[in-house]
């Protein structure tokens, strides 16, 4: 997704095989109907300033929280490390409370999304059109002993 290019013709969004690209149908900071103190100065100052809220007339999908990403990064080169297993945290890993979002570097054999990688349990979506994603699910465990009566 190329923001600076999209003219608002929602071509991407009839072409994702994942239809998790949204239109921006308004100018949410500048819409008394969406107003939560972002309508004037003060109330903008509350906004975090890595996100950048585009507007109207552009698509929209997940950027895996890029802000994040880049912050870590940045610190860690500063420190002259390398970045810890789970020290990149997207905003919905972060906010879920059973923790069943993990974010990681697939290739480092000993973080945790490496080890659910490997997990019988994993598929991809759409694995069978072949679009090699980066995310991947585990299935739900069900009992699969028969229950005693």
Not at 31 to 36: C, E, I, P, T
Request: glycine letters at 4%.
């Amino acid at each position: 997704m190329t923001y600076n290019r999209c003219l608002g013709t929602k071509y991407c969004a009839n072409n994702c095989p994942y239809k998790v690209r949204r239109f921006n149908w308004y100018r949410y900071s500048h819409d008394s109907q969406f107003d939560f103190h972002m309508n004037n100065d003060l109330g903008r100052m509350v906004l975090n300033p890595d996100v950048s809220v585009r507007s109207r007339g552009v698509m929209e999908k997940c950027s895996m929280c890029v802000q994040r990403i880049q912050e870590v990064k940045l610190t860690a080169k500063k420190d002259g490390r390398r970045i810890n297993d789970g020290e990149i945290q997207t905003a919905c890993s972060q906010s879920c409370p059973t923790n069943a979002i993990t974010f990681g570097n697939i290739f480092d054999e000993n973080s945790a999304v490496a080890k659910h990688s490997k997990d019988e349990r994993m598929y991809h979506m759409l694995e069978e059109i072949d679009v090699q994603p980066t995310v991947f699910y585990l299935t739900k465990i069900r009992n699969t002993e028969e229950s005693e009566a």
